[in-house]
């Protein structure tokens, strides 16, 4: 019963790298989500994807690309990492609609030197 | 901008008593209501949702609901000390079309034997 799996757990990059986490779902949710997590912050939503084949922008999008490459899977990119994206990023999916609670993934710890 | 409030806390309490949680928030149109629990670098794990006003009871939890003075709660009855935690309030939020899911900054609490 895996739910939301997120690759990697831990990242270390230097400013100006680029890289991408990883999210899948085997829950056949609809919706799926990415936010990031910072100390006395709270939640904070990146990109969201209602359904397969659209994404939109949350609360923080600069400097981060997704794709929602199928129903189960949708990626977050960094092009350009630059320190105040040190964060811990979570994916989170739901069934589509309201009164639909988010379902959350282990988490990625990224630093960004 | 949708806001969800809490004190951070810490809320301390001793094993047995009554943990008593509170949220507010400021959108009037919103519908649904989540408590979510994240121990110390865990991911957030739900554990109540209200829709209605009033109380919602499931084991020694119990959330309430008033929309009129946009406030929710949770109550922890005979308060372990496995219930030390961050607890994350949650509100949903129509913009864009679309439910998005607000979180608070969360209460951490701390039960001591």
């Known amino acids: 019963n895996a739910g939301v799996t997120q690759t990697p757990k831990f990242q270390v990059l230097k400013t100006g790298q680029s890289m991408t986490l990883q999210c899948a779902q085997d829950?056949?949710?609809?919706?799926m989500y990415w936010y990031r997590q910072d100390p006395g912050m709270g939640l904070r939503l990146i990109y969201y994807s209602a359904s397969e084949g659209t994404t939109d922008k949350g609360e923080v999008p600069n400097g981060y690309n997704v794709s929602r490459l199928n129903k189960r899977e949708f990626s977050l990119r960094l092009e350009s990492a630059a320190p105040s994206q040190t964060s811990v990023y979570f994916c989170?999916?739901?069934?589509?609609?309201?009164?639909?609670?988010?379902?959350f993934g282990d988490g990625t710890r990224l630093s960004i030197l | 901008q949708k806001e969800v409030e809490q004190n951070s806390g810490p809320l301390s309490v001793p094993e047995g008593a009554i943990a008593s949680l509170n949220c507010t928030y400021s959108d009037r149109g919103s519908q649904s209501f989540f408590w979510y629990r994240q121990y110390s670098g865990k991911s957030p794990e739900l554990i109540m949702f209200?829709?209605?006003?009033g109380d919602k009871e499931d084991g020694r939890f119990t959330a309430q609901l008033n929309k009129a003075s946009q406030y929710v709660s949770l109550l922890i009855r005979d308060s372990q000390p496995s219930d030390s935690a961050t607890y994350l309030c949650?509100?949903?939020?129509?913009?864009?079309?679309?439910?998005?899911?607000?979180f608070g900054a969360g209460t951490r609490l701390a039960v001591h034997p």
């Open positions: 949650a509100v949903t939020s129509f913009s864009g079309g679309y439910n998005k899911l607000i």
């Open positions: 829950m056949n949710h609809n919706s």
């Open positions: 989170a999916s739901s069934e589509r609609g309201q009164n639909q609670p988010q379902h």
């Open positions: 209200i829709y209605s006003n």
